[in-house]
């Protein structure tokens, strides 16, 4: 186990709702970094969040967006939900720094529907 | 930007033999490479990684060499067992400074292992 946990693991929402998902990322990690992962593709990179500010952004939509909070818990929100959006979301967490390896939770399956 | 290819996406081998994946990089920046393996409902697991300025790593069945000329890095399991079967996904970033860059990765490779 990594230490990393998402909360919900499984939704379901109806296009247009809005959703936010949660993780808690491994004690003492003050980077976290969510994906999209369509089936059977790869992680596309999101966006990362570094001590609660935001450090880099893939390409997604600003409907995409996120938080970090002083714990170094984030979330992620979604608007507008499109039926596109239904794939699993992956937080993965991160001592930061050059040298640092990325853990990722078990991830939020969602389906838009 | 970044993009990493992977093949092949299926690879299927008798138990005890050798598997190997390959992945390819396009951006010379890149110098932080890691492969996970997924299992089915679960999220990657990070098995072995290898930086640009080391050519080979190995952890007992697992190995990863790279090749910062042609770009490529490859992952070699070796005495494969049926619990290695899952899909494999090769990863690269940049990182520099005091900044972990973000993983782009590749499409993945399912490995199946018949007892």
């Known amino acids: 186990e990594t230490g990393v946990t998402q909360s919900p693991t499984h939704l379901i929402k109806t296009r247009g709702q809005q959703v936010t998902l949660r993780c808690s990322s491994q004690s003492g990690h003050n980077t976290v970094s969510w994906y999209q992962q369509a089936l059977g593709q790869g992680p596309q990179f999101i966006f990362q969040?570094?001590?609660?500010?935001?450090?880099g952004r893939g390409n997604f939509p600003p409907r995409f967006s996120g938080l970090q909070f002083p714990n170094y818990s984030s979330e992620l929100n979604v608007n507008a939900l499109e039926l596109d959006d239904s794939a699993l979301y992956l937080c993965?967490?991160?001592?930061?720094?050059?040298?640092?390896?990325?853990?990722f939770g078990q991830g939020t399956r969602l389906t838009v529907v | 930007g970044e993009n990493v290819e992977q093949h092949p996406s299926t690879l299927s081998v008798q138990e005890g033999d050798s598997a190997v994946i390959k992945c390819t990089y396009s951006d010379s920046a890149s110098n932080y490479f890691p492969w996970y393996k997924q299992e089915l409902g679960k999220g990657p697991q990070l098995i072995i990684d290898?930086?640009?300025?080391?050519g080979e790593k190995k952890d007992q069945r697992i190995a990863v060499t790279l090749n910062k000329t042609a770009k490529h890095f490859s992952l070699h399991i070796t005495e494969t067992q049926p619990e290695d079967s899952a899909v494999y996904f090769c990863a690269a970033a940049m990182n520099y400074g005091g900044s972990q860059g973000n993983l782009i990765f590749g499409k993945g490779t399912k490995l199946s292992v018949k007892p």
């Open positions: 993965a967490s991160s001592l930061g720094g050059a040298n640092t390896e990325a853990f």
């Open positions: 969040y570094y001590r609660e500010e935001e450090n």
């Open positions: 290898i930086r640009s300025n080391v």
